[in-house]
Structures are given as C-alpha cells and as structure tokens.
C-alpha cells in the first residue's frame, strides 16, 4: 500500500450506524408503557366488552401520540419544518373541541366533575407522569445522534412524545372515558413532562 492511500484510509471517518428512527421510537414506548401497565397494574374490567368510549379515549390519544411522534421527527432534523405539522394539530384541537362541546351539551356538569373525586385522577396523574418521564430519558439518548436545528424545540418535543406514549399506555387500565377528565387528567402530565424536559433534558443533547 502507498503511503498516499494510507493517509487518504486514515482520514476517512468511519461510515455510523444510523440511529433508531425517532418515529419507531416513540411506537416501541407506547408498546412498553403497555406491557408495564399490564404486568403491573392491570388491563380495565370491561376492555373485553371495548365499550364505545374506550375507542373514543384510545382514538384521541394514539392521535395525539401520533402528532407528537411526528413533530419529534420533524424537529430533530438540521433545517426543522415545523409548519408542516399545523393541519394536523388543528385537526386534532377541532376533534377534542367538539367531544367536549358535546359531553356538555349531554351529560351533567355534576357528573362530569365527579370524576375528578376519584381515586383514579391522582393515579392517572401521577402514572402519565412516571412513564413520560421513563420514556423521555430513553428518547433522549437518541436524540443524541441527530442535529436539532434548535436544542430547546427538541428537548420539548422529546418530553411531549414521551409523555403522550405513556398516557397511550396508561390508558387501557383506566376505566374512566370522559372527554373532560381526558383533556385534564391526561393533558396536565403531558404538560409538565414537557416542560420539565425542556429545561433539564436540553443540556443532554448538547453535542
């Protein structure tokens, strides 16, 4: 061998593995958190049955794990397009919007509040939380093997996938379906779990 074609072998960078797609990522956290619910908590009394409000709540969810996944996805690129995903959060605003508008145009507001008295909202809360936060960690050191056009942006979405893919996971033990008690037992864990990944999260991406 020349010493010209050792100089060019030895300045060559060796070819990476290409990471995990984020995508696939967030559908194995979804499939964990419920693997783990099961083996830990247990499947709903009546998910034999699939009562009608069970599709209603797995449907909402699984978008909206869905929207997150694809956000992540597009975030975690060099040059984010991050606009392209508007159509589909409007979408999603107009389909929790209107089974909201419709449970309170059909039910009591006293039974629809009566939910929140449970036992069942301190647990939702703090189960979400717990696998958001797991699966955040997990996301996380993937992200380390992309280039987020913004570190911030990404810590965030990280935290919002996460914890989306955990509220999925939760869900088939909880036997609650309101749309109200949906939006808020499920919605402020995901919120704090993307909060909290974006301030602590975003230095761990750093390259």
């Known amino acids: 061998m020349r010493t010209d074609d050792l100089i060019t072998l030895l300045s060559q960078t060796p070819p990476r593995r290409p990471p995990l797609r984020l995508s696939l990522a967030v559908v194995a956290a979804i499939a964990v958190t419920m693997v783990v619910n099961t083996l830990v908590l247990g499947l709903r009394p009546d998910i034999a049955v699939l009562p009608l409000s069970m599709v209603y ?63 069942n909202f301190p647990f939702c809360l703090g189960a979400v939380t717990i696998y958001g936060t797991l699966a955040a960690g997990a996301l996380t050191g993937l992200m380390r093997f992309y280039a987020p056009a913004n570190e911030g942006r990404a810590a965030a979405a990280i935290g919002f996938a996460a ?8 869900s088939i033990h909880c036997p609650i379906d309101s749309p109200t008690f949906v939006v808020v037992a499920y919605g402020l864990p995901i919120a704090w779990v993307t909060l909290a990944s974006r301030m602590l999260f975003v230095r761990l991406i750093r390259w």
């Open 57 to 119: 709540k797995s449907t909402v969810l699984l978008a909206l794990a869905a929207l997150a996944g694809g956000i992540l996805t597009r975030i975690a690129r060099p040059l984010a397009t991050v606009n392209r995903g508007v159509i589909a959060v409007v979408l999603f605003a107009l389909l929790v919007a209107g089974s909201l508008g419709w449970e309170w145009s059909h039910a009591a507001p006293a039974a629809i509040l009566h939910s929140f008295a449970l036992p």
């Open 163 to 170: 914890a989306a893919a955990g509220a999925v996971g939760y």
